[in-house]
């Protein structure tokens, strides 16, 4: 099983930016697809962003879209969320995830978790 590290989460005003990393232990990861998810205070666990383990394709929630990119460097096991044009709604724990066949595209079907990091956007 996987281990997932996330790190870069923090407080940023609104409109400002962050890019928030994912470590992950596996030495077959390449072979995952990647994702990122968020759970705000209250709210369900939601998608954000995931991408293929080719890096041929990236799939993103309509909140995301125009404003997060989701990247992966396979030689060094990491995965990237760069957030920009943050909102006060962006306020979460976002969490990693990692599947090896299918995209983590909801929470049913992701079946490696990161412990989360926090990002805050003050207004």
């Known amino acids: 099983q996987v281990q997932l590290v996330e790190s870069g989460g923090g407080l940023v005003q609104a409109g400002g930016s962050l890019r928030l990393s994912c470590a992950a232990s596996?030495?077959?990861?390449?072979?995952?697809?990647m994702g990122w998810f968020r759970q705000a205070p209250g709210k369900e666990r939601e998608f954000v962003a995931a991408?293929?383990?080719?890096?041929?394709?990236?799939y993103y929630a309509d909140s995301a879209k125009g404003r997060f990119t989701i990247s992966r460097d396979n030689a060094k096991n990491m995965v990237h969320l760069q957030m920009n044009s943050l909102k006060p709604e962006d306020t979460a724990v976002y969490y990693c995830?990692?599947?090896?066949?299918?995209?983590?595209?909801?929470?049913?079907?992701?079946?490696?978790w990161g412990q989360g990091t926090q990002v805050t956007v003050s207004s």
């Open positions: 995830a990692a599947n090896i066949i299918t995209i983590p595209t909801t929470t049913s079907s992701t079946t490696n």
């Open positions: 991408i293929s383990s080719s890096r041929s394709n990236t």
């Open positions: 596996e030495r077959t990861f390449s072979y995952y697809a």
